[in-house]
């Protein structure tokens, strides 16, 4: 990583969890047409994998006034075993504020990323408030300006990971990721806040939110996805701790 990026050092400091920490860059206040990056200061925050709270500093993306992507705490902690999966042929789906994208390009096992977004203005964005196109290993990258229903790769991908919500747990994000993946047909996929969908399919089939390594794996073979992380069980360790976090209990909330 460049000078400029840094390990979460606001006052978030703990991380115990079986993943690196994800570097977030230094980002600039911009605004791009409909889109505005900026930095909101003193945030309460809470962790996604790890039971954690308080104070931090963090930059927000916004288009029309719709929040899309943060550098929030319960993000980056999300975002992690996904940044740990990539290898070889990596597509991401959706660029956000580049998260994932960054840590990805620089990891020596992947060898091409193909950045799959449909607005290029999120991309000049990009441009301007972080250097995109100076970041470590941007060589690896290729950008395909597409709807990522719509898109085709043209060599086989070893891993597909797809992030183009607005909201955690999305509950369109499962059948949006299969029908992707019908046309990418990637050896690995995995998808943002897909514990919380996991959660679902426990609840679902009364097993309690305590999983096993075969459940996880029962759950890939059902939804039809090579999903990541199957042989870790360190993994399926961190889903207790996802069920009691204040992301899943506020999704409970909203579903009544």
């Keep these: ?27 600039r206040e911009t605004t791009m047409g409909e889109w505005t990056l900026k930095k909101i ?20 993306l916004l288009a029309s006034g719709q ?7 319960l993000e980056v902690e999300s975002q992690a075993p996904h940044i740990a999966a990539a290898r070889g042929h990596v597509v991401v789906m959706g660029s956000g504020l580049g998260l994932a994208l960054y840590n ?31 970041w470590p290993g941007v060589e690896k990258l290729e950008i395909e300006i597409i709807d990522a229903f719509d898109y085709r790769p043209s060599r086989p991908v070893n891993y597909l990971y797809v992030d183009i919500w607005a909201k955690t747990g999305d509950p369109q ?10 046309h ?3 050896d690995l ?32 073979r059902e939804i039809s996805l090579p999903l990541i992380e199957q042989d870790n069980l360190a993994y399926v360790a961190c889903i207790p701790q996802v069920a009691r976090s204040y992301c899943h209990q506020t999704i409970l909330q909203e579903q009544g």
Excluded: C
Aim: charged share 20%.
């Design 173 to 182: 994000a499962l059948p949006d990721t299969q029908q992707i993946q019908q």
């Design 41 to 60: 200061d003193l945030v309460p925050q809470r962790g996604y994998f790890q039971d954690w709270s308080g104070i931090s500093p963090q930059y927000i």
């Design 67 to 73: 929040t899309w992507m943060a550098t929030a705490v």
């Design 104 to 134: 990805i390009l620089p990891q020596p096992q992947v060898t091409r990323v193909t950045l799959v977004e449909r607005d290029p203005l999120v991309l000049d964005l990009l441009r301007q408030a972080v250097n995109l196109d100076e």
């Design 189 to 220: 996929v995995g998808w943002w806040s897909q514990e919380i969908h996991f959660l679902r399919w426990l609840k679902h089939k009364g097993y309690g939110y305590s999983p096993s390594i075969e459940q996880y794996r029962e759950w890939a």
């Design 1 to 27: 990583m460049n000078s400029s990026a840094f390990p979460l050092n606001f006052t978030y400091d703990v991380w115990e969890l079986p993943w690196p920490k994800p570097f977030v860059p230094d980002y």
């Design 184 to 186: 990418v047909n990637a």
